[in-house]
């Protein structure tokens, strides 16, 4: 059962936090946690850290829009299901409303309509900043639940290293020894 939060529930915040933290009543081995913001899309979260009752998310994005966000979680303990639910919290400033952003985002007909977007983007800072930041909290490049090409290479480099360790103790146990007078 959840004990608290950071940020906790019903609250509001002024910036979408960089890290959530979760604390329960007993001892928690995992953790799934999922993030959902004020236009019902998933934001991105880091990998899951859990120590004792605490479980803590990194977010993968620096802020968010204004609006109520959801946090769902399920935890497992030692003896079953320690916990699972949802809650909300509120980001009051965040990043500013994307309203004058939309139309470098949006499909457009004409190369024409496309070319006043652009400028005004280039010319209003605020709208520049929030063209940027946007890309990468919708350009995930893999889908939920499935890992990065990077994480096949790195249990690839383990399982390496395991074999050439391995390899090296098998060979000083096979090489004959020098006979004893």
Avoid at 53 to 74: C, F, N, Q
Avoid at 134 to 154: E, K
Wanted: charged share 10%; with cysteine.
């Amino acid at each position: 059962m959840l004990a608290s939060s950071t940020p906790g529930a019903e609250t509001r915040v002024g910036h979408l936090p960089q890290v959530l933290q979760l604390v329960f009543n007993d001892k928690i081995l995992d953790a799934q946690v999922t993030l959902l913001g004020p236009d019902n899309t998933t934001v991105a979260l880091g990998a899951v850290s859990v120590r004792n009752e605490t479980a803590r998310i990194a977010l993968g994005v620096p802020d968010g829009p204004p609006g109520s966000y959801t946090v769902s979680y399920t935890a497992s303990g030692s003896g079953g299901v320690a916990g699972n639910g949802s809650f909300s919290f509120t980001v009051t400033t965040g990043v500013k409303s994307s309203a004058s952003a939309k139309p470098t985002r949006t499909p457009t007909s004409s190369p024409s309509a496309a070319a006043p977007a652009a400028t005004s983007a280039a010319a209003a800072p605020a709208d520049f900043v929030t063209s940027v930041a946007a890309p990468p909290a919708a350009a995930t490049p893999t889908p939920a639940g499935r890992p990065a090409w990077w994480t096949y290479a790195a249990v690839l480099l383990v399982v390496a290293c395991v074999l050439v360790v391995f390899l090296g103790f098998s060979r000083r146990r096979i090489r004959p020894g020098n006979p004893v007078r």
